[in-house]
């Protein structure tokens, strides 16, 4: 209920200067002078940003992108703890991303 409820997440905006996922709470901030911070000089940031948040889309999540992000942690968490060198931490998501989804034949790295 911590961040289900409107007033928790108002209240977390003005201690924290934090956008929370409440539309009407943002709106709200934007018109209330309490909500101006001593840290911008006196401006109310939810006036600015609470107009263009309602824009925000957030594209649909594909079949592959959990299951990308949790082979590319695992594949790179032996490279950050210093036991493989890069190349081979690459490899390993190559291999594991492919036999994860066999229709995916090839892995194209950024140069």
């Not at 709470?25 to 940031?45: C, I, R, T, V």
């Not at 107009?51 to 992000?69: K, M, R, T, W």
């Not at 890069?86 to 995916?104: G, H, L, M, V």
């Amino acid at each position: 209920s911590l961040t289900a409820d409107k007033d928790n997440l108002i209240k977390i905006s003005k201690d924290y200067l934090d956008f929370t996922n409440t539309v009407s709470g943002m709106q709200e901030a934007a018109k209330d002078p309490e909500f101006a911070s001593e840290f911008l000089g006196g401006q109310n940031p939810y006036e600015y940003f609470a107009p263009v948040a309602e824009n925000i889309q957030i594209a649909p999540l594909s079949a592959y992108d959990q299951g990308c992000v949790e082979l590319i942690q695992n594949s790179f968490s032996d490279y950050f703890q210093g036991n493989v060198d890069y190349d081979k931490a690459k490899s390993n998501f190559e291999t594991a991303i492919i036999e994860r989804y066999p229709d995916i034949t090839e892995v194209a790295w950024p140069e």
